[in-house]
């Protein structure tokens, strides 16, 4: 998808280009810093030495602006986990758990549809990612910059989804279906690499 331009973003004028975000992923990138203070942010909290990032969301953006509940594609819950909806079943939805399962939720907040999906790569206790030898685990850094990517493009008026807002496990299949139910026109997966020294001279995952 990279070069390719997507229409009129659904809160602006503007039109947005691939390229628009990996520039502002590389601009994130860029001042983030890795110290552990910068990491022991208010959204999270530090146990054992690693750190467990709470969900956070928010419900004010034009992504969940005058929302229907029948025209739900996807829901926030009020625990603020991202879940796609399968269907509503009035008064309330059926959709897919983080764990894949089928679940019939009663109570959140809709979302029709997003211009951008954010995907921070891995979470939960199993799936933490690379670890680099200072101790960051690729999962907190992964969701820790897909905030504050979200945050610039919705300052530029782009509706913008993560498909994970907390430490936990969300299956492939989960993430893609919730940028496919909401239709959106770009879908970015956030990993980071931890090579050992001397490192290597080609790429890697």
């Known amino acids: 998808m990279v070069g390719r331009t997507v229409g009129v973003p659904r809160g ?17 990138m860029a001042s983030c810093s890795i110290d552990e203070a910068a990491l022991g942010q208010a959204a999270s909290t530090t146990t054992s030495g690693s750190t467990t990032t709470r969900p956070t969301t928010s419900t004010t953006d034009s992504a969940t602006s ?8 996807a ?9 796609p909806v399968l269907g509503v079943e009035l ?9 894949g399962d089928e679940l019939l939720v009663s109570a959140g907040t809709p979302i029709a549809e997003a211009d951008v999906v954010l995907d921070p790569g891995h979470g939960g206790e199993v799936e933490t990612g690379a670890v680099g030898a200072n101790g960051l685990i690729e999962k907190d850094l992964n969701l820790r ?29 989960v993430r893609g279906a919730i940028a496919n139910r909401l239709d959106a026109s770009v879908f970015v ?7 050992a020294p001397p490192g290597s ?3 890697g995952t």
């Open 145 to 173: 910059l897909a905030r504050r990517t979200a945050l610039e493009l919705k300052r530029r008026r782009y509706s913008v989804v993560l498909t994970r807002t907390g430490d936990y496990r969300v299956p492939l299949e």
């Open 91 to 99: 008064p309330g939805y059926r959709v897919t758990a983080p764990c």
């Open 12 to 28: 602006g004028s503007r039109r947005l280009a691939v390229p628009v975000i990996l520039a502002l992923l590389a601009a994130v």
């Open 66 to 73: 005058l929302v229907e509940p029948a025209d739900a594609r």
């Open 201 to 203: 001279d080609r790429p």
């Open 75 to 83: 829901l926030i819950t009020p625990t603020g986990v991202i879940v």
């Open 189 to 195: 997966s956030i990993h980071h690499n931890a090579p």
